[in-house]
C-alpha cells in the first residue's frame, strides 16, 4: 500500500512544452512539499504546503506552479519547459504530530529535450 | 542561510565493519534531523528521526547521535552487510524549512 505515490514515474518532452506532475499521500500527513533533485544528486526544497496553504516557496521560477486541491494532493505544473528542468522531482509528506518526520514519493524523472 | 555538509562523499568497506558517517550543519537552531538511504533510482526512505532535544536514536544496527551546539549528527553502522550499499543523506529541518546534505556513497563489498 504505496503512503506517497507521484505520476508519471518518467516524462520526456520537447522545450515549450507544458507538463504537470500529479502527488498524493494517504498517511493523513497535513504538509506536502516538492523538492527537486539536480544531476549531482542535490535535494533541494522547492515548495511546502500545509492543510492546502503555500508555507514555503524558495527561489523557483514562477513557470512552476504548485496547487494542492486538498490536504493529500499536491501537484506541479510546469510551463514553458527549458532544458535545465531535466531533473528529478520528489513529493514528500509530513505531520507535526510525528515531529515532522517526512516521507518521500519514488521520484519522477523529467527529461526536456 | 543553513548549510549541510556530508564527510565523506564516498566510502568503501568490506563486510562486518562499523562505519560512521558524518554530518555538520552551520545553523544551530533546529527542529530535528533526519537520516535517509537512497538507493539508485529510488525515492529516499527514512531511516532515523532525532528531535532537537534528544542526543541520540537507534534502529537495529543504526545509531544516530545529535550534537546540536556542536551542529554536528553522525550515522552508526555496525556490522555493514552489502544490503547497506547506498547514498546516505542528512536532512536538517529549520522549521518547515528542509536543508539536505549531498550524501555519503556507501559501498560495502562482500
Known amino acids: 500500500d504505496t503512503a506517497v505515490s507521484q505520476t508519471p514515474k518518467y516524462l520526456v518532452t520537447q522545450m515549450g512544452n507544458d507538463k504537470s506532475i500529479k502527488c498524493e499521500q494517504n498517511?493523513?500527513?497535513?504538509?506536502m512539499y516538492w523538492y527537486k533533485q539536480d544531476s549531482k544528486k542535490f535535494l533541494k526544497i522547492m515548495f511546502s504546503?500545509?492543510?492546502?496553504?503555500?508555507?514555503i516557496n524558495e527561489t523557483v521560477p514562477n513557470r512552476f506552479s504548485p496547487k494542492s486541491p486538498d490536504k493529500a494532493h499536491l501537484n506541479l505544473h510546469i510551463n514553458s519547459l527549458e532544458l535545465g528542468d531535466s531533473a528529478v522531482y520528489f513529493c514528500?509528506?509530513?505531520?507535526?504530530?510525528?515531529?515532522?518526520?517526512?516521507?518521500f514519493g519514488p521520484g519522477t524523472r523529467l527529461t526536456v529535450l | 542561510k543553513q548549510e549541510v555538509t556530508q564527510i565523506p562523499a564516498a566510502l568503501s568497506v568490506p563486510e562486518g565493519e562499523n562505519l560512521v558517517l558524518n554530518c555538520s550543519f552551520t545553523?544551530?537552531?533546529?527542529?530535528?534531523l533526519q537520516w535517509f538511504r537512497q538507493d539508485p533510482g529510488k525515492g529516499l526512505t527514512s531511516l532515523l528521526l532525532?528531535?532537537?532535544?534528544?542526543r541520540e536514536q537507534t534502529s537495529g544496527r543504526l545509531n544516530a547521535s545529535l550534537d546540536k551546539s556542536s551542529g554536528r549528527s553522525t550515522l552508526y553502522i555496525a556490522a555493514s552487510q552489502p544490503g547497506d550499499s547506498a547514498t546516505y543523506l542528512c536532512?536538517?529541518?529549520?522549521?518547515?524549512?528542509?536543508?539536505f546534505g549531498s550524501g555519503t556513497k556507501l559501498n560495502v563489498k562482500p
Open positions: 514528500a509528506s509530513s505531520h507535526r504530530d510525528t515531529n515532522n518526520e517526512q516521507f
Open positions: 536532512a536538517v529541518d529549520n522549521f518547515n524549512k528542509f536543508y
Open positions: 504546503y500545509n492543510n492546502k496553504e503555500l508555507i
Open positions: 532525532i528531535q532537537s532535544s534528544q
Open positions: 498517511l493523513g500527513h497535513d504538509t
Open positions: 545553523d544551530s537552531a533546529i527542529y530535528n
